[in-house]
């Protein structure tokens, strides 16, 4: 529909063509949201680090944060399934909705929140055990009940590492490379079925062929589970997602969000200069 | 803006830079050799002490060292139940601190909120493993031995001496928990993991083999300490190996210092033929603990 000006934006960031955006045709904003920020505030004892954020993130799609470094986006992502709790400075106020539900009330145990909302971090980190165990052990202690050899086989089958790994699931997961070692770091996430995947970087520590592999698979697995994927890679973000939000920086250095929308309308037709001056190189 | 980096990268003269590369080698090489001196120094010294007990020792070591327990005459006199007393020592006093040390270790590194009294306590801790041995003798004494009326038996001994290590094994554990990388934790918390789970699955296999040197030290530290029981214990000649936590005892490095201590100079031979007993004893306790963190380690790494 705004092919030109479309094609205008895909000139200004290399490598990116037209055909790279993908779900075009999807209608999302019709989706339902699953994941609801409202006057998301973070300070790390006295610093203010991320600035009233308020976003909605839709199921079943992939959500793209992007922006400068230090922004807030790994932050507010790290809230989302209450992974800040880990830092003893980290104090969140405002309100984090799953499912209608604030994963910060009292009531709400982290753990079940994580069990739900699973995450892969920026360096791969497997367990220093067997392959095997790396995929099973957050299933087992889930409670998980059913045939742990068929859950990682379509753990890894899932993570699209099966074939690589079938005939040595014995070995150390260290052993793997490390773009293996983060596709298996995705097998562990999901054989705890989780309902949302959040991603912290993951390929920011791998070559280009195992960065395409999980972009290909973020593809694959987006049918099934809500992805929110924090990127430095606009063309990554561009690829991938199917709504990107941009956080900056204010005046003060605190992480804001300045704007969000779908992918194709983020970088094509931004409604905000900031945005528009970030995916177009100018500044970050 | 990629003008200015030029121009103020011009600014970086060429001329200012004296890199001195010979004399910065020959620093690093005066280094290594003050390095060298230091170890050398550290083996002359050790070689010196071996042999000034295993010069006058070693024709008197013999089995009735080991098997005899102490006599008048140095022909027959050993030092059985000494041996015996030394082993039931460091065995007790190792389990108790390993469980007390890990444990305490364990809830300030990973549970106690980190903060002033956190602090406090570690300072604490860490002026304790300072404390002069006599002194965790007396306190064993006052305790153990009269309040507690386990007299002087071999376990106010045990207990006293697992005081005595409990700061040095608290201390090595809580650094070897701390250098577990926090990815593994976060790794572990991501999936749905409980702190215990966390705990047992992650950190400690991984810390295990730093916790376990630790835990050497100390034994090897209890194997030789006198002060203390000689406090709480077995100063008295004692002629029967222990046969329970509550019956009397002797350990080696006090029936040294008891034959050192005697006219006749066959003991001070009879003394340094025990050192070199006590020596290879520590040496096959160190070996089994070392071949036991060698196994650890190969299975947890991160």
Known sequence: MQLESSQEAVARIPGISAAAFQSVEKELDTSPSLIELRNLNIHYGSFHAVNDVNLSIKQNSITAFIGPSGCGKSTVLRCINRMNDLIPSARVDGEILYHGQDVNARNVDPVEVRRRIGMVFQRPNPFPKSIYENVAWGARINGYKGNYDELVEASLVRAALWDEVKDKLKDSGLSLSGGQQQRLCIARALATNPDVILLDEPASALDPISTLKIEELLRELESDYTIVIVTHNMQQAARVSDRTVFFSLNENRQGILVESGPTQKMFTNPEDPRTEGYISGRFG | ?302
């Open chain 2, 1 to 302: 803006m990629s003008s200015e980096l030029i121009s103020s990268a011009s600014q970086i003269s060429k001329a200012e830079y004296q890199p001195r590369v010979s004399a910065r080698q020959t620093i690093g090489r005066i280094w290594r050799w003050v390095f060298f001196g230091s170890t050398a120094l550290a083996i002359v010294l050790l070689g010196m002490l071996l042999w000034s007990v295993i010069g006058p020792g070693w024709n008197w070591l013999s089995w009735g060292l080991i098997t005899n327990p102490p006599s008048r005459f140095p022909e027959k006199a050993g030092m059985n139940p000494a041996i015996w007393g030394s082993i039931w020592i460091v065995l007790g006093s190792g389990v108790a601190a390993f469980i007390m040390g890990l444990g305490t270790a364990i809830y300030l590194e990973e549970y106690a909120e980190k903060g002033r009294f956190n602090d406090f306590i570690q300072t604490n801790i860490s002026n304790l493993a300072g404390v002069p041995s006599i002194v965790y003798g007396l306190l064993g004494l006052v305790v153990f031995v009269d309040l507690m009326h386990m007299g002087r038996t071999l376990i106010a001994g045990v207990l006293t001496m697992a005081l005595l290590i409990l700061p040095v094994v608290v201390i090595s554990s809580r650094e070897a928990i701390r250098a577990v990388p926090p990815s593994l934790r976060e790794a572990s918390y991501g999936l749905g993991a409980t702190k215990w789970q966390t705990v047992w699955n992650h950190v400690l296999p991984s810390a295990f083999p730093g916790i376990l040197t630790g835990i050497i030290l100390a034994m090897s530290r209890a194997i030789g300490e006198t002060a203390p029981l000689l406090v709480v214990g077995g100063a008295s000649q004692v002629l029967w190996r222990p046969d329970g936590p509550f019956s009397t005892f002797m350990v080696m490095p006090l029936q040294i210092y008891n034959w050192t201590g005697r006219p006749h100079e066959e003991f001070e031979h009879l003394a340094a033929a025990a050192i070199i007993v006590l020596m290879i004893i520590l040496l096959l306790m160190n070996s089994v603990a070392i071949g036991l963190r060698q196994h650890f380690s190969r299975k947890a790494r991160w």
